[in-house]
């Protein structure tokens, strides 16, 4: 069964319903026709276009990577019949209001159906994706022209977008963008700039492409205080919706990647013969704010990304260990008994364990904080609605990262399973390897993640959000104390955050005046910061499974409440550990990074 | 420079003369016509042909990879090219007796001229490295016929070699294998049988192939007491070494990887039509002691290659981050100051000291071990004789298996540094990363390893080689403690060791009643254990350069050594301290491997 190799339904359903309670969204005025019963009908829905449509072609689009002519970029056919099927079945706006021909579903809803799709086909699916969370910021900061002109037909899947920010000369560092728009008479701009790793920045999967490219304006101010946010068709867009004269948008060359080859990365050529056509979007010189809107629902989306590359080797090494025989059990060595199945051998088991605990794990982490954009967007208290936008903020960097890290681990223990199989192209998981190593480059590396985390998010107003996560992590310890099967892992959990606190208050105060050492071995505050926070989802779902385990029927339902009860044991037990070392080296200010001289290489 | 970006060439000199003395062994009757100069001297002649002949043609190796069109194997001609230059410089036989046309060299030198060529081009150096394993094999136990028959032309490059262990139906499980040999009336024997992954299965590169295969006698004990080990060459070879008819051997297919595409993995039937030729090398039923002289050797290789792969990749990102200008420093975000270099920033000083410590301190566990098969084959001394076997038996899985985890993280440090780019292939990390995922595998998984060494090295002759092990770390704490600024490291190896040699005791005493308690973690045991023992040789060669600088001249060489300094400092900072929970997991004798259930997926 194809399904069962995307995603573990069961547990889908656990996360959306179990720990977050997605029918308790049903109550709120903008979900109240939905049910628990059109939930799990849109995501049979997802499942099966899936299954049939997405699932289907993801090795043909990375062994047949899209083409180039020099004219146009061929992408073989399965590609646009996908995404055709799953515009039809509206899952490309199924959070959107019902007057831009949306659902009106809950966040955490639509973040399911894409968790479905990225595990189906990553490649596939980023072209749907991108032009979501552009049309999002195309709907909350553009004029009502503008909205009128391009959002009902992004929204329909006639037109698809893109995010415009890397240059070849500035990488991370968007302060040394240098894309130019002019503005002319008539309230347009012309711009003239080279983009780079531009995702789906060309193709004919849509009839047009509405890029969001960042720019500066004439005598704007030196770095990112000075970059404006621009609306950039391929096409020109009539009053009518039909669609004008190419634009200047030229593609310069498509990149080769090591994964992910079924996506378009294209180098854009803007302004090339001067009449490079743009509109401005919000404020001049407000762009990096109205970018990093649709930048954090894109990190949340890149993390969700690795979490189901994750979850999709998981699956495939779980069927073949529990099919392919293999050896016998340490200490038995019997060569006339049977062989025994892989999956009776323990290091074969870790290896499944730690991939359960990094993708369930990774999974539980992206649902919360899509809950958490539900919250804040239509929570019925305003209190609830700020500490939620709050929580948001300072959990995306781990959001982003985490997975893109261990869910990448989870893939290379997937090809482990698989022994020799697993390196070759025969099998598909060397695929999702090489898919997942994207995720820690992409939308803001994860040096780029662990100076937003360490340097801004936890000190952000005084630490509030911080001690609001606090708040939250004891809480769960409060219940998950109560019992004895959990209480162990509660202490050990309060114990990590306790140390997660302590090297805050080491390192904070430097921030400003030793800036750079503060701020040195971010990456290992992250990493130490982000095993912390799944713990504390591990024990959230193992305090859920406890409790209904009581009234458990049925062999499945009893056999998957334990699994979530022995993978959290194996998460405090095997994972939380590595933060301790990694605590004492943050807190020793340890300088090593930058003592060491280049001539010392 | 090709040759900056293939080594480190003062490291390289810096581990073989002054780590491990190999002036020393010009004293020996073996290499008495050998001096320094001799050994600089070949050592250049390896890099010239690494940087003009292997180098020039890694990417295309990997892009056009060996193609089977059912009748023969096509691939690029530089493959070719290469090897020839190689072999007719000599380097297939740089350790062999002269009367084999070898030159006498030490095993220390082969495997650093190995080492040069395997960072060059791992793929194609694969083709000779099989070869000269396959000949050590027949030296050691062909008959005096079958010296004459096959050594002399594999010695000069005439013939290739190949070991032939997999079959599909078995993977890692050998007592399983099914290959049958049947005695003929003449001596001879015919094979019938399947096996998987041959690198260098078949080809045009060379005349013929010779392949050492496992299989069984007719009646032979089940397992592995019943595996006998034969020379299988793919075209008969007449007494007076031309070439007679072609053997039963056929190429099933060729195995597409996820890298390492240079080299041909095969499928080979023997014996389709009944005529498959095969003579017994050794004793009848002994084939697997034969075959793992050639495995032991054939892992120091794997090992060797993956630090390579992870030199390459460090240099490449090394000079990357150099060339390339990227943002400002943390703290100081004037937009108007010019780009820092990259490795002006301390996470891309982070990335660059940690692949040079893993890289680095690879090397030096791979030249240890080369110099410890010296020790063993020519020490004057018998005790020292016996005692470097019994180290090098203890360290082989380590050897082994550090740097394919290691080196391989050095390979994703060295993308992450190139952002974006290193994602692409137009930049060759990426493909380091993906050669680089094989070493984990092949010659004996992960997790083979770690039984081997937990299971089988620790503990046997009541635990003399880790005894010796344990005499030898105490020998370089007590040199380093000497001086201050080692004493800490000194002493924190200390700790480390006991640890080890701590959960050594609390473990092997149930290896015999609880066998599978006892190497459930086994891997963990292994991680903790390969970093203990690199931590060492990063002390050796703090050591070393902390005595060298003393009198060093010149800014080169104070910097050289400082860099030595600098990265143990940091392995014992940053790497050592992740032993302790391990230890801590192993002594706890976690079963969470073996308690999961099956149903709990």
Redesign the interface.
């Known amino acids: 069964m194809t399904a069962e190799l995307i995603l573990n339904r069961r547990d889908l359903d656990f996360q959306i319903f179990e720990v977050n309670d997605a029918e308790a969204l049903t109550q709120r005025e903008r979900h109240a026709d939905h049910s628990r019963e059109t939930f799990v009908a849109a995501l049979d829905a997802a499942m099966a276009i899936a299954a049939d449509k997405f699932f289907t072609h993801n090795r043909e689009s990375d062994e047949q990577e899209p083409e180039f002519d020099g004219k146009r970029v061929e992408i073989i056919p399965q590609v646009k019949d996908a995404l055709q099927a799953y515009c039809e079945a509206g899952f490309i706006a199924p959070t959107q209001d019902y007057d831009l021909g949306g659902m009106q579903l809950p966040v955490l809803m639509g973040q399911a159906f894409s968790a479905i799709f990225k595990s189906a086909n990553a490649a596939t699916n980023s072209y749907v994706g991108l032009t979501i969370a552009n049309a999002n910021v195309i709907n909350r900061f553009g004029t009502e022209s503008q909205k009128k002109r391009y959002l009902p037909h992004m929204l329909s899947g006639r037109f698809f977008g893109t995010m415009c920010l890397?240059e070849p000369?500035?990488?991370?560092?968007l302060?040394?963008i240098t894309t130019a728009a002019v503005p002319q008479g008539d309230g347009s701009y012309r711009l003239t700039g080279n983009k780079?790793?531009i995702s789906g920045g060309d193709h004919e999967l849509s009839e047009n492409i509405i890029h969001l490219v960042l720019a500066r304006l004439p005598g704007a101010p030196?770095?990112?205080k000075g970059i404006s946010l621009f609306i950039v068709p391929k096409f020109m867009v009539n009053d009518d919706g039909s669609l004008g004269a190419r634009n200047d948008v030229a593609l310069a060359g498509l990149?080769?990647?090591?994964?992910w080859r079924g996506t378009t990365?294209t180098m854009l050529s803007f302004g090339e013969k001067g009449q490079c056509y743009g509109e401005l979007i919000g404020q001049p010189n407000q762009g990096l704010a109205a970018m990093f809107h649709m930048m954090n629902e894109a990190r949340i989306g890149v993390g969700m990304g690795a979490v189901m590359l994750g979850y999709r080797g998981y699956l495939a090494s779980?069927q073949y260990a529990?099919e392919?025989?293999?050896?016998?059990?340490?200490?038995s060595?019997?060569?006339?008994e049977p062989?025994i199945k892989l999956?009776a051998?323990?290091?074969?088991?870790?290896m499944?364990?730690a991939q359960?605990a990094y993708v369930e794990g990774g999974l539980s982490l992206g649902l919360y904080a899509a809950r958490l954009v539900d919250e804040q967007k239509t929570g019925p208290d305003e209190t609830k609605r700020e500490e939620a936008g709050l929580l948001l903020e300072l959990l995306t960097p781990i959001v982003k990262s985490w997975p893109s890290q261990w869910c990448l681990e989870a893939n290379?223990l997937a090809?482990?399973i698989h022994?020799?199989y697993?390196?070759?192209?025969?099998y598909p998981v060397?695929q999702f390897?090489?898919d997942n190593?994207?995720n820690?480059?992409?939308e803001g590396?994860?040096?780029i993640q662990?100076?937003d985390l360490l340097?801004r998010k936890v000190v952000m107003q005084q630490g509030a959000a911080l001690e609001l996560l606090g708040r939250e992590i004891a809480a769960t310890v409060k219940d998950a104390s109560a019992y004895e099967t959990l209480s162990a892992n509660a202490d050990a959990l309060t114990i990590a955050w306790s140390n997660v606190v302590q090297t805050v208050k080491a390192l904070a105060p430097l921030l400003k005046e030793?800036?750079?050492l503060a701020?040195?071995?971010?990456?290992v505050f992250l990493e130490a910061f982000g095993h912390t926070v799944v713990a504390w989802q591990w024990l959230r779902q193992a305090l859920v499974a406890t409790r209904a385990l009581k009234d458990a029927k049925g062999?499945d339902e009893i056999?998957?409440y334990?699994?979530k009860l022995?993978?959290c044991?194996?998460f405090f037990?095997?994972e939380l550990?590595?933060c301790?070392?990694q605590h004492?080296?943050l807190r020793?200010l340890?300088d090593?990074?930058?003592?060491?001289?280049?001539?010392?290489?």
Request: glycine content about 10%.
């Open positions: 890397t000369q500035a990488g991370s560092s302060s040394d780079i790793f030196a770095g990112v990149i080769h990647k090591m994964g990365s779980l529990r392919r025989p293999q050896g016998r059990r340490a200490g060595k019997d060569p006339n062989q999956i051998h323990a290091d074969i088991r870790r499944l364990i359960k290379s090809i482990q022994g020799g697993g390196y070759t192209r025969e060397e390897y090489r190593r994207l820690m480059i992409h590396t994860h040096a662990s100076i340097g030793k800036g750079e701020l040195a071995n971010s990456v062999d056999n998957f334990r699994g022995h993978t044991a194996w037990d095997w550990p590595r301790k070392p004492e080296l020793s340890n090593s990074t930058l003592t060491m001289q280049d001539a010392w290489f």
